[in-house]
C-alpha cells in the first residue's frame, strides 16, 4: 500500500580461501573459533587483498566475471525514462541525501554516489569491485584494507583518493550528518589513510559483516559544499548545491520542488565494470512528483509517465485499463520477490498508554486482516507473521535447541510465550470472527486496568484512551478507518491526521505519533540494521530507526548473538529467537505484504532475462531496465497488430 522508496541496507573471523591481490574473487568466512583462519588449507601469517567479499562462503562470481547474472550487457543504452514518485514524498527540497532535516531529491543517493564496492541482489551478502578493486580483512576480522581503483574519478574529473573515503567517513558519522548513516557505520572505529590509494577501516570488535558494511560506504568530493572565495559550507548546510559526483549521473536539470532530470555522465569511469555492465542504460531519467497516487496513475495511463511500480491492490485490479493498455502501449507484469517486508502499524512506546504488552496485544486483534484481503485487497495480500517473513531467519513452529540455548538465560525477561509455538496473527475465518477477537482483546485491556466506562475505555484516573493514528498516504484512510471502527467497539477514541510527507517525515524523525502505518525494508541476510531498529541505544536517538522506542536487554543481548554469529546456521538461530520475542512483545500490529512487485509499465521498456532474488523494486527499473532498439519495438507493435487483427477476426 505504502510506496516505499526507502534504503536497503543488507548487512567475518574466517577462512580466507584464495589468491592473490586482485588475482581471484574470494570470500572470508568465520571458523569455528575466533583467530582460525585457512587460505586453500593452510594457516596464513597475513591477510591477502582479494576483489571480492562474501560473509558466508564464496562469492557466486568468479575473479573474471563480465557481469551479474540480472543484468544485459547488451542493453541499448540510449533513450530516457520517466518515472513519476520515487518513494512516498510528495517534493524534495535537498540536494543532499544524508541530512537529517529536509526531503531529498528523488534516488539521488542511488544515481548520484557510489559506494566502495558493489553488493550484488542475487547472493545472501557479497561485494564486488567498484571505487575499490579489492580488500583485504586481517585475519581476525578486526580492520579491512581497501584499495582504491587508479581509475576512480569524480565527475569533475578528480582522482577519488584514499583522503576523500575517509573524508566521506568522518562526515557521515559526525553530527553534521543524519545519525542513520552514523548508526549504519557504528562497527568502525576510525578510518586511517594509509597510502594515496589505500585506507583501513579498524572496527571496534569482530563481526563478519564488518568489511562488507565498510564497503557500503557512498564516496562523496571534499569539493562539494566549495564557495567562490575558496570557504566551504558545513555539511549540513549543503542543500541546495549539486553534488560533485561519483556515480553515473549528474543533475541536467531541476523545474521548482516536483521535477528533477539526472543526465547519465558520458565519462563516468565505471561504465565498464563488471559491477556495473548492464547498468544504468537509460541517457535522462526524470522524476515527476504528484501530490497523490491518483494522479500518479492517471498521468501514467495517459502515457506521460514510462513506469509505475504500483503498492496499491484496489488499484492494480480495477484500474489499470484503458486505451494505452488495449494498444498494447502499456502492461502490467508481476515479478518475483525475495525476503518480504515488515509493514505494520507502529505503537510508539514513548506513549505511557503502549508500556503494557497487553494493551499492544489486544490492539493487534482488533485489525480484521481477513475481511480487508477479500473486500479490499481481491486477495492480492498475505498476512505478516514474522519480522523476517518470507525468509529462512524467521521464526516458525517451535523453537529449536539452538533458539532455547538462546532464550533459555532470558527467561524472566522476555514473554514466556516464545518458549511455545510462533504466533499465528489472529484470523477472522469461521469459527473465529473479528468479535471473538475483540472479546479477548477487552480481557487483555482490563487486565492492563483498561475498563469501559462513561462511554469510553479508561483507566483507573478516568483518563480515556485517545489514539492519533498518523499517516501522509491518502488512500490509507479505507484501512484505517475499518480499524478505527474496531477500536471504537472497545470504547477507545481514535481519530486519523493525514499531514503532508514532509511534516510526516519531521514527526516520525522526532517520535511525535501515537501510531503509524510503517515498513521495514527486508533484507537478504540480517545485520547491523537490526542495531538501528531494534536496539536500545537507537530508542533515543532522534532520527534513529528505533521508532517504536523498545529498550530491552534481552533485544540487545539477541541482537548481539546474531551480529556475532559464526556460520548461518547460529545466525539463523539467533534471527528466530530475536523474531519470536519481537511478535510476542507486540510491538506493532502486523498488516500484510504483496508476494511480488506489481509494475506497470511502457513495452517501448526492456528489462533482463533472469529477475533478482531480492531487490528495491524501483531501483530495479532505474538500474536495470532500458529502452528497447527501434528494430525490436517495431516488431512487438506488429505482433501486437497481428494479435489484435486475429481476435477480432475470430470474434466476428
Known amino acids: 500500500m505504502m510506496n516505499s522508496g526507502l534504503l536497503r541496507l543488507h548487512d567475518a573471523i574466517g577462512c580466507l580461501l584464495g589468491a592473490v591481490r586482485r ?84 534516488d539521488v543517493l542511488n544515481l548520484m554516489f557510489d559506494t566502495l564496492m558493489q553488493r550484488s541482489w542475487d547472493e545472501l551478502a557479497s561485494e564486488y569491485p567498484l571505487i575499490a578493486d579489492d580488500v583485504e580483512v586481517a585475519p581476525d576480522l578486526t580492520s579491512a584494507t581497501f584499495h582504491i581503483n ?31 548513516f552514523n548508526a549504519q557505520f557504528s562497527i568502525i572505529k576510525n578510518a586511517t589513510v594509509i597510502d594515496r590509494s589505500t585506507i583501513r ?76 555492465r548492464g547498468m544504468f542504460r537509460f541517457e535522462r531519467i526524470t522524476f515527476n512528483l504528484y501530490r497523490d497516487h491518483y494522479t500518479q496513475l492517471e498521468a501514467f495511463k495517459a502515457g506521460d509517465a514510462d513506469v509505475i511500480v504500483e503498492y496499491s491492490a484496489t488499484q492494480w485490479a480495477r484500474k489499470y485499463v484503458g486505451k494505452n493498455f488495449d494498444n498494447g502501449l502499456l502492461k502490467k507484469g508481476e515479478f518475483a520477490d525475495g525476503p518480504a517486508q515488515m509493514q505494520g502499524m507502529l505503537m510508539n512506546m514513548r506513549k505511557p498508554m503502549f508500556q503494557d504488552p497487553r494493551v499492544r496485544h489486544a490492539l493487534t486483534l482488533a485489525l480484521d486482516y481477513d475481511w480487508m484481503n477479500r ?51 489472529p484470523d477472522t475465518i469461521p469459527p473465529n470472527s473479528l468479535r471473538g477477537n475483540l472479546r479477548v482483546a477487552r480481557d487483555l485491556l482490563a487486565q492492563a486496568g483498561w475498563h469501559y466506562r462513561d462511554g469510553a475505555l479508561r483507566d483507573a484516573n478516568g483518563t480515556p484512551m485517545t489514539i492519533e493514528i ?50 521495514y525494508p527486508p533484507v537478504t541476510i540480517p545485520g547491523a540494521e537490526l542495531t538501528r531498529r531494534f536496539g ?17 536487554k534481552a533485544v540487545d543481548s539477541l541482537i548481539h548473538s546474531a551480529l556475532s554469529a559464526t556460520n548461518l546456521d547460529d545466525l539463523e ?19 500484510y505484504y504483496a508476494p511480488g512487485a506489481r509494475i506497470g509499465y511502457k513495452t517501448t521498456l526492456g528489462f533482463p532475462k533472469t529477475v533478482p532474488n531480492s531487490y528495491q523494486y524501483e ?27 486475429s481476435t477480432t477476426a475470430t470474434a466476428h
Open 375 to 425: 473486500m479490499m485487497f481481491y486477495g492480492q495480500y498475505r498476512r505478516t507473521n514474522s519480522y523476517f517473513e518470507a525468509s529462512p531467519f524467521g521464526a516458525t513452529g517451535m523453537p529449536g535447541q539452538k533458539e532455547l540455548a538462546l532464550l533459555e538465560p532470558l527467561r524472566g525477561s522476555v514473554p514466556p510465550e516464545v518458549f511455545g509455538p510462533m504466533l499465528k496473527q
Open 150 to 180: 587508479p581509475a576512480a574519478r569524480f565527475s569533475n574529473g578528480d582522482p577519488i583518493t584514499a583522503a576523500d573515503v575517509k573524508y566521506s567517513y568522518d562526515t557521515l558519522t559526525s553530527p553534521q550528518a543524519s545519525p542513520l
Open 23 to 106: 588475482a581471484a574473487s574470494i570470500s572470508f568466512v568465520i571458523a569455528a573459533a575466533p583467530g582460525l583462519l585457512t587460505v586453500c588449507g593452510a594457516m596464513p601469517t597475513a591477510a591477502q587483498a582479494k576483489p571480492s567479499i562474501s560473509q558466508y562462503d564464496q562469492p557466486k562470481y568468479p575473479a573474471d566475471f563480465t557481469h551479474f547474472d540480472y543484468a544485459n550487457p547488451d542493453a541499448p543504452a540510449n533513450g530516457s525514462l520517466s518515472f513519476e514518485n520515487y518513494s512516498e514524498l510528495q517534493t524534495y527540497d535537498s540536494l543532499n541525501p544524508f541530512l537529517v532535516r529536509g526531503a531529498p531529491a528523488p
Open 573 to 591: 538461530a539467533a534471527t528466530r529467537a530475536l523474531d519470536r520475542v519481537l511478535i510476542y512483545s507486540f510491538y506493532l500490529v502486523p498488516e
Open 536 to 552: 536500545s541505544a537507537a530508542a533515543s536517538e532522534v532520527g534513529s530507526e528505533n521508532y517504536t522506542g523498545i529498550r530491552s
Open 619 to 645: 531501483d530495479w527499473v532505474i538500474d536495470y531496465w532500458y529502452v528497447k532498439a527501434p528494430g525490436a519495438q517495431a516488431t512487438q507493435k506488429l505482433q501486437a497488430a497481428q494479435s489484435a487483427s
Open 201 to 276: 577501516f579498524d572496527f571496534k570488535h569482530a563481526e563478519r559483516d564488518a568489511p562488507l558494511i565498510a564497503g557500503d560506504l557512498p564516496i562523496f568530493s571534499p569539493k562539494w559544499g566549495m564557495q567562490p572565495n575558496g570557504k566551504r559550507l558545513p555539511f549540513d548546510q549543503i542543500s541546495s548545491m549539486a553534488p560533485i559526483s561519483s556515480g553515473a549521473y549528474l543533475i541536467e536539470s531541476r523545474k521548482n520542488d516536483k521535477q528533477i532530470t539526472y543526465r547519465r555522465n558520458p565519462d563516468y569511469w565505471a561504465a565498464n565494470l563488471p559491477s556495473r
Open 470 to 519: 498518523m499517516d501522509d498516504q491518502p488512500g490509507m484512510d479505507r484501512l484505517i478507518l475499518p480499524y478505527m471502527q474496531a477500536l471504537d467497539m472497545l470504547g477507545i477514541q481514535a481519530h486519523m491526521r493525514e499531514i503532508d510527507s514532509a511534516l510526516y517525515e519531521k514527526r516520525l524523525d522526532n517520535f511525535e505519533y501515537d501510531m503509524t502505518t510503517f515498513i
